[in-house]
C-alpha cells in the first residue's frame, strides 16, 4: 500500500483550490478520499462478488506465515481460491479497461465512416498521407481512387475488428514479427476485440474458468485487444480524420481560465465534440453573442484525456488533470462543464451545485443525474457544438462574485506523435529513428521510458509522477509520456525544451538540445499509448536494438494509476515485452501466486512483467536497472560506461 502522504497536492493551484472548496463549502475528491478509506480486502484482490453466496473475503493473513492447512481453508463459498478470485478480479479490470478504449476506437470508426460517406459536411479526411499509409498497412486499393473511397473500406474494415470471430486482428501485423511469434506461441493473439473482452467475462462468471494461470493469459490476450486494436484503431483514424498532430505550443492549469470571457471545459476522452467546440467556439457569431451578455470572448480549454485530444491537435489549453476537474468549478469561473465519456467524476454535480456552472453530459452512454443533458449528433455536429456553446453563453450572466482563478499556469509543447518524432530526430527527407537508436547506442541516451496513466487521492497529488520522471531525465532516460501524467509533468515545467539544460542529464540534454526538444515528450491521450508501441516497434525496426520490444533499453509505468483502463494499458505493454512498474497499490497481493506469476514467470512468457513499488525514487531505480540489464544485453554498455567515465572524469577534474 502506498505510504502516508505528504499533502495533497504539489501543484499550488490545486492546494489553492482545495481552500476555496472548503472555505465554500464544497464537497471534492481530496475530502471524500479523506472520509472513504480504501478496503483493505477489496484492494488486494481478495473479495469475490461474482454471485449471491458472497460477498466472499478471503484476504491473506497478515504478521504470520500460512500454514497449508490454514491455506486451503482459504476459499470462498463455492471453493474458489483465493489465486482463483485474485486472477478472476485482475482480468475483469483489464475486461473493463479494454473495453473502455475500444468503444472509443469504435465509436470514432463509425464517425471516420459518417465523414468517409460524406455524411457530416463538418468531418472531413484531414490527412491523406496518413489515409493512404492506412490503406498501404491494411492491403487496401489505392489505385485512382478517391479519398472518401478509400477510407470507407478503411472504416468498414477496422470497424469489422471489433466483431471479428475468427482469425487475428489485422493490426497486429503492425508489430515486430518476432513478437507476433511469441503472442502466437503463448496462445495470446486477440481474435475479434469484443470477442476477447465478452470470453473475458464469460470466463470470469461463477463457475467457469478456475486456473489462475488460464485466466491471466485470457488477461493478455484482452489487453493486447485493447494496444494492438481498440486503442491503436482509434489513435490511427483519429489521426486520419482530425489530422496527425505536429510541435505545438501551449499552456497548462487552472490559470487558463479567463475572468472576463466565458469559460467552457470539455472533459472526458472522445474527440469528435471537443474538435467542434475547437471551431464553432472561434464563429465570430458565436463570439458575437458571447459579448452581447457581457463576456469578452469565449475561452475553451480541456481536462482529462479530450484535453490532450485537441492540445495535440489545436493546442487548446489544458485546465488541469484529472484531479483538478472539481477544482476547476470552485474556482467560481466555469460557465460549462462539457463532459464525453470515462473519468467524470460523478462528484461534479454536487459541487457544481455550489456554484453557477453547468454540467453538460453529451453522450448517450455517460449521463449523470443532476446534469444538463444536450446530445452531441456528428451529423448535426455544428448545430450540436453552437447549441452547448450557447448554453455556456447564456450561463455568465449567472457567475456570481466568488471568482478565484489560481495564476498558476505553465507553457508546453505537445504533439509529438511518431510520426513528429520521426521527422524530427531524421529530418524531413529521410525520416527516421536512426539518430534516436544511434544516441542510445552511443551511451548519450541511456534508454527510453513511457510514463502514462491517472492521478489517484490517495497519494498526493502528481507528486509521484514529477518526482519519478525528474529522476529519470536525470539519468539520461528519455520519457514519453500521455494521459493525467504528461499534465502532471507539463505543470511542473518539464515540456518545454529549457527543461533538459535544467534537469536532464548531460547526455540527454545534449541530444535534445540538438534537436530542439523537451527531454519530456507529450505523446496524446491514453488511448495514444499505441503510438508508444509503434514507437517501440519503429526502433526495432531501425536495427541495432535487438529484434523485438523486450530488447530494447526501455520500461514503462503507471506511478499514481487509479482507473482499470490502467491495468489493461500495463498488461498490453508488458505483454508486448515492456518491463512496466506501477504505484499506490497493487491489486492481487492476495495471493501470493498470482502476484509472483505476473512478477516473474510473465517475464519468461512474454520479456516483459509488471513490478509494484510506490516510491518513485526506488520506481526510478528498477526501471534505470531494466534499462541496464537490456544495454548490456545488446553489448551497449560500454559505450554508456565511456561516457560516463569521461562526465565523471570531468567532474574530478573541475573540483582539483
Ligand atoms: O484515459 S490517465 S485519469 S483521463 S484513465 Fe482517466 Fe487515467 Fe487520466 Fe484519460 Ni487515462
Redesign the pocket.
Known amino acids: 500500500m502506498a505510504e502516508e502522504k505528504k499533502s495533497k497536492s504539489i501543484d499550488q493551484a490545486t492546494v489553492e483550490m482545495i481552500d476555496k472548496a472548503s472555505q465554500d463549502g464544497a464537497r471534492i475528491v481530496f475530502e471524500r478520499a479523506e472520509t472513504m478509506k480504501p478496503c483493505p480486502i477489496g484492494s488486494e484482490g481478495s473479495c469475490c462478488n461474482l454471485c449471491a453466496m458472497g460477498p466472499c473475503r478471503v484476504p491473506l493473513p497478515k504478521g504470520k506465515e500460512e500454514t497449508p492447512e490454514e491455506k486451503k481453508k482459504r476459499t470462498g463459498v463455492c471453493g474458489a481460491t483465493a489465486e482463483t478470485i485474485a486472477a478472476r478480479n485482475f482480468l475483469r479490470k483489464i475486461a473493463a479497461g479494454a473495453a473502455a478504449h475500444s468503444d472509443h476506437g469504435r465509436r470514432i470508426a463509425e464517425a471516420f465512416l459518417i465523414a468517409a460517406k460524406g455524411e457530416s459536411p463538418e468531418f472531413q479526411i484531414k490527412d491523406e498521407q496518413k489515409l493512404l499509409q492506412l490503406a498501404l498497412d491494411l492491403g487496401i486499393n489505392i489505385g485512382d481512387r478517391s479519398n472518401n473511397e478509400i477510407a470507407i473500406d478503411i472504416g468498414e474494415m477496422l470497424l469489422g475488428e471489433f466483431g471479428k470471430q475468427e482469425g487475428e486482428l489485422i493490426t497486429l501485423r503492425k508489430a515486430p514479427l518476432k513478437r507476433q511469434e511469441i503472442w502466437r506461441e503463448v496462445g495470446v493473439a486477440p481474435r475479434g476485440i469484443d470477442r476477447e473482452v465478452v470470453e473475458a467475462m464469460h470466463r470470469t462468471n461463477m463457475g467457469v474458468d478456475q486456473d489462475y494461470k488460464n485466466l491471466l493469459l485470457q488477461g493478455a490476450r484482452t489487453a493486447l485487444a485493447d494496444g494492438w486494436g481498440g486503442s491503436m484503431i482509434a489513435t490511427e483514424l483519429q489521426d486520419t480524420l482530425f489530422g496527425t498532430p505536429s510541435p505545438v505550443l501551449s499552456q497548462i492549469n487552472l490559470g487558463v481560465l479567463k475572468e472576463d470571457e466565458v469559460n467552457l471545459i470539455i472533459h472526458g ?1 472522445e474527440p469528435q465534440l471537443a474538435e467542434m467546440l475547437a471551431v464553432t467556439t472561434q464563429d465570430p457569431e458565436m463570439i458575437e453573442y458571447a459579448k452581447s451578455k457581457g463576456a469578452k470572448g469565449i475561452n475553451l480549454a480541456g481536462m ?2 479530450t484535453a490532450n485530444e485537441i492540445l495535440m491537435r489545436h493546442g487548446v489549453p489544458i485546465a488541469g ?2 484531479l483538478q476537474q472539481e477544482t476547476a468549478i470552485v474556482t467560481g469561473a466555469v460557465e460549462a462543464m462539457v463532459v464525453d465519456v ?2 467524470i467524476m460523478q462528484g461534479l454535480v454536487d459541487v457544481a451545485s455550489c456554484f453557477h456552472t453547468k454540467v453538460i453530459t453529451t453522450d448517450s452512454r455517460a449521463h449523470i443525474e443532476g446534469a444538463t443533458h444536450m446530445e452531441f449528433d456528428e451529423r448535426k455536429a455544428t448545430e450540436s457544438a453552437k447549441a452547448i456553446i450557447k448554453a455556456a453563453i447564456d450561463n455568465f450572466a449567472n457567475r456570481g462574485k466568488n471568482v478565484r482563478i489560481p495564476n498558476q499556469k505553465s507553457d508546453l509543447i505537445a504533439g509529438f506523435s511518431h510520426e513528429t518524432i520521426n521527422y524530427l530526430l531524421g529530418g524531413l527527407f529521410r525520416a527516421s529513428y536512426r539518430p534516436l537508436n544511434d544516441n542510445i547506442i552511443n551511451g548519450r541516451i541511456r534508454g527510453v521510458a513511457g510514463v502514462v ?3 489517484n487521492a490517495r497519494v498526493t497529488h502528481d507528486d509521484i509522477h514529477v518526482t519519478l520522471v525528474k529522476e529519470l531525465i536525470k539519468n539520461d532516460v528519455l520519457v514519453l509520456q500521455t ?3 504528461a499534465m502532471a509533468c507539463a505543470k511542473a515545467g518539464l515540456m518545454v525544451p529549457e527543461a533538459a539544460a535544467e534537469y536532464a542529464g548531460e547526455g540527454l540534454a545534449s541530444v535534445c538540445e540538438a534537436v530542439g526538444i523537451p527531454p519530456v515528450l507529450h505523446l496524446g ?2 488511448v495514444d499509448n499505441a503510438r508508444i508501441l509503434i514507437a517501440a516497434t519503429a526502433m526495432v525496426k531501425d536495427g541495432g536494438l535487438g529484434d523485438d520490444i523486450s530488447d530494447l533499453p526501455a520500461a514503462g509505468a503507471a506511478p499514481e494509476w ?2 482499470e ?2 491495468i489493461s494499458i500495463g498488461q498490453y505493454f508488458v505483454s508486448s515485452g515492456v518491463f512496466t512498474v506501477f504505484g499506490v497499490t497493487w491489486p492481487t497481493l492476495g495471493s501470493k501466486e498470482v502476484t509472483d506469476f505476473l512478477f516473474k514467470d510473465m517475464e519468461e512468457m512474454y520479456g516483459g512483467m509488471w513490478a509494484f513499488e510506490p516510491d518513485p525514487i526506488k520506481m526510478a531505480q528498477l526501471m534505470i536497472e531494466h534499462i541496464d540489464k537490456k544495454r548490456k544485453a545488446l553489448g551497449i554498455d560500454k559505450a554508456r560506461e565511456r561516457v560516463l567515465y569521461d562526465m565523471a572524469m570531468r567532474r574530478e577534474l573541475d573540483s582539483v
Do not use: E, L, V, Y
Open positions: 476522452h482529462c484525456c488533470n484529472f470515462q473519468c496513466g491517472c492521478n494521459g493525467c501524467a491521450s491514453c487509479m482507473s483502463k490502467a
